[in-house]
């Protein structure tokens, strides 16, 4: 069975840190592209941060460049996102999903993981 698994999710205080998992089980996700995406209560979902499978090439929405990071390690077959000086509007329920296209910049992805929530309040 293909699946993904977010873990990591937590209640933090503004300015805090985060890192958030995404496992696959079922498929070698280092031929994937992989993709975070975040959806808050009353929001439409939005791609944070992606990773491309072919060149390594990550790519982040204006509202998080500097303080997230993507990275994916083959070995443990799970791409992580570090998450740094959170903030309040970075509330939200975090999803990863996997893509077989060579870049993350595509419009549908194959796999979705069930979400982690990610709380930042004081």
């Known amino acids: ?21 995404c ?4 498929f070698t996700l280092g031929y994937y592209s992989i993709g975070w995406f975040r959806q808050a209560p009353g929001k439409e979902r939005e791609g944070v941060s992606c990773i491309s499978s072919s060149d390594g090439v990550t790519h982040y929405v204006d509202s998080v460049k500097g ?16 998450l740094n000086t959170l903030k309040p509007e970075d509330t939200a329920v975090y999803y990863c ?4 296209a ?9 796999y979705w993981g069930q979400g982690t929530q990610v709380t930042v309040s004081s």
């Open 67 to 82: 303080r997230f990071t993507i990275s994916r390690d083959n070995a443990k077959n799970t791409v992580y996102m570090h």
């Open 23 to 26: 496992a696959a089980s079922g």
């Open 102 to 110: 060579p870049t993350c910049l595509v419009r549908d992805y194959d």
């Open 97 to 100: 999903a996997a893509s077989i």
């Open 1 to 21: 069975q293909l699946q993904l698994v977010e873990s990591g999710g937590g209640l933090v205080q503004p300015g805090g840190s985060l890192r958030l998992s």
